[in-house]
């Protein structure tokens, strides 16, 4: 790597009917999509065409493609690769003629077991934990050779596939049903990245080991690269970055996320439970990005109650599991869904988007530390500051790698759950010392 954003590329190759072709003198730009609400990894490239291979190949929307893609010859650098195993291309668009005898088109490909999930559909009953259902799943159904990591689950249950798609049956069903058994609450989530497939709990990715201060994949800071910086300090700085969201607390009220009431209604002994839910009791019981609510625990002044506490926000129904016509508990699993809508909808709050020189160490559902600066004003007399609610970790959740003729860069949104420093406190920054970043 001579400077950031350097990439390897040694070739494109698509396999057709009539044969495999390197495409890479025609591409113009390439993209990767991973995200933690996909069950699966989606491209494109962007081809500039003077030779007509899109009649001649001919090019149809069914053909395999490989590539790898690597910073440098480092090991210890992850590569995007599907030259091990193959994407499939499924859509051939934006077709336009830009010259008298070259056209410029997109292929759209996706991981194979993308299409293999329409091929197939899960049938029958399964009785286990729903973790062991998904590895199930993946091994026998979809048939994936991928890395699969699966979050242990404290729920065991019998469930029918119903005939629908493996990711259906996976999002749809078992993780809506899910609870870490390690953690109090789940919140589960499927997803593939370049790394292999997730079935997980957002506060098993939020998690720090005792002892441990931080669990971060990469440490970035806002700030535009310098001309004469090393390529491990340009490696570390931001390029763009944006709020995209911030917290919305009419939002909260109308979604249930500050309060709400939960009712379960048991038609076998015709009883009604109703259960509270409040967001602060929630949120200490519960793995975070850092301590602080995104929401301030002041006491309103018209009547001293917080807005935790008004659990008529919202108001959901839902009938509970009598075991007449399963071995499951019966409020198993409806019992979590207060708690796991939650932990969603905490997850919707606080958004950026954040792009920075390729870097193929970085995956969905990983966790940065991004350091943002204040913007109060500063002299040669104060310490220079960064913001206290937006600095600290974040957790990925699109990412996309983009590739063109001269470079590579990563953008992805990001999201907290919480602040490193509560609403309710004076001050709105942090003194930054190379200590205390180093350490993070």
């Given at each position: ?54 009649q001649n190949m001919p090019l149809i929307g069914q053909e395999e493609i490989e590539f790898k ?372």
């Open positions: 790597m001579n400077q950031a954003g350097d990439y390897k590329l040694e070739s494109i190759i698509v396999h057709s009917a009539s044969g495999p072709i390197d495409i890479k003198s025609l591409m113009v730009e390439l993209n990767v999509y991973e995200s933690i609400f996909s069950p699966a990894i989606y491209g494109n490239i962007v081809i500039a065409d003077s030779a007509n291979h899109i893609i690597r910073i440098d010859d480092n090991p210890d650098n992850e590569t995007i690769d599907f030259k091990t195993r193959r994407a499939r291309i499924y859509k051939i668009s934006d077709q336009v003629r830009t010259a008298e005898r070259q056209q410029v088109y997109t292929l759209h490909f996706t991981s194979q077991e993308a299409i293999e999930n329409q091929r197939v559909k899960v049938k029958g009953a399964f009785n286990a934990t729903t973790d062991q259902i998904v590895a199930n799943i993946l091994q026998n159904i979809i048939k994936t050779k991928k890395s699969i990591a699966v979050e242990q689950s404290s729920l065991h249950t019998k469930v029918i596939g119903n005939q629908m798609t493996p990711f259906d049956f996976i999002k749809n069903i078992l993780c809506k049903r899910s609870s870490s058994k390690t953690f109090k609450d789940g919140g589960y989530t499927f997803f593939e990245s370049h790394r292999g497939y997730m079935f997980t709990s957002y506060q098993r990715m939020w998690f720090r080991a005792p002892g441990q201060e931080v669990n971060v994949q990469e440490n970035y800071i806002v700030q535009p690269s310098k001309r004469d910086s090393s390529i491990a300090e340009d490696m570390k700085s931001v390029l763009e970055y944006k709020i995209m969201k911030g917290q919305d607390t009419l939002a909260g009220m109308a979604t249930g996320l500050l309060a709400s009431k939960h009712f379960v209604y048991d038609t076998h002994k015709k009883k009604l439970t109703i259960t509270p839910h409040n967001y602060y009791k929630n949120f200490i019981d519960s793995v975070h990005a850092a301590d602080g609510t995104l929401f301030t625990t002041t006491p309103e002044k018209s009547d001293g109650k917080t807005i935790f506490e008004f659990n008529d926000y919202m108001i959901d129904y839902n009938l509970k599991d009598t075991g007449l016509h399963t071995d499951t508990p019966s409020d198993n699993h409806i019992g979590k869904l207060a708690t796991n809508r939650f932990t969603y909808l905490s997850h919707d709050q606080l958004k950026a988007k954040v792009t920075v020189f390729g870097n193929t160490n970085l995956a969905a559902g990983d966790i940065i530390h991004l350091r943002v600066p204040s913007y109060e004003p500063v002299d040669k007399t104060t310490t220079r500051v960064h913001d206290a609610f937006l600095s600290g970790r974040w957790l990925l959740t699109n990412v996309v790698h983009t590739i063109n003729n001269t470079r590579y860069t990563t953008t992805f949104d990001c999201v907290r759950d919480s602040v490193e420093q509560p609403y309710n406190k004076t001050s709105t920054s942090i003194e930054e010392t190379s200590n205390d970043y180093n350490n993070q």
